[in-house]
């Protein structure tokens, strides 16, 4: 109904003013609708933290699945990781803590590395060197205070890590 009665209002107006006055408030009018439905869509995306959050439950899940050689999982998980990483990249791209969000890949593609040839030595220092790699961007960003650590316990208690084959 809203719309309607704007949409009345811009034809009530451009009927009497003339071809680039009438450009003028169809441009201010979409504008308008232009920055209602970008704050709209912002409104709608996660946070950062959330993003984050989503990291440290797979972070957690990828840990389980690699220990107990559930390597199907483990690529999963750590797919689940890269597109959280990518997520906050597009999503978040003002935030000044993203911009360091690239020295996370390295130890991303180390895991990667280590799932792919199902390598449980390389699985173990791939993981230590992707906790450590989200600590130091944390140090690195002032979120010092948020330390992430291998899990003691399994994150979920509804999910099996090992398969028996």
Not at 67 to 88: C, D, P, R, S, V
Not at 98 to 127: C, T
Request: aromatic content about 8%; charged content about 20%.
């Amino acid at each position: 109904m809203k719309k309607i009665a704007i949409f009345i209002g811009v034809i009530i107006l451009t009927s009497s003013c003339s071809d680039s006055d009438k450009n003028e408030l169809r441009i201010a009018h979409l504008q308008s609708e232009i920055d209602s439905l970008t704050k709209k869509v912002e409104k709608s995306q996660p946070g950062l933290g959330e993003v984050m959050s989503a990291i440290q439950m797979h972070h957690a899940k990828l840990w389980f699945s690699g220990i107990n050689g559930n390597w199907k999982l483990a690529a999963f998980e750590i797919g689940e990781i890269k597109e959280q990483l990518e997520m906050a990249e597009v999503l978040k791209a003002v935030r000044p803590e993203v911009a360091s969000l690239p020295m996370i890949y390295p130890a991303v593609d180390s895991i990667s590395n280590a799932i792919a040839h199902q390598d449980e030595k390389g699985f173990h220092g791939g993981f230590e060197y992707l906790t450590s790699s989200c600590n130091i961007c944390h140090q690195v960003n002032k979120f010092e205070f948020n330390v992430i650590i291998t899990p003691k316990t399994e994150p979920v208690v509804n999910q099996i890590f090992n398969i028996q084959h």
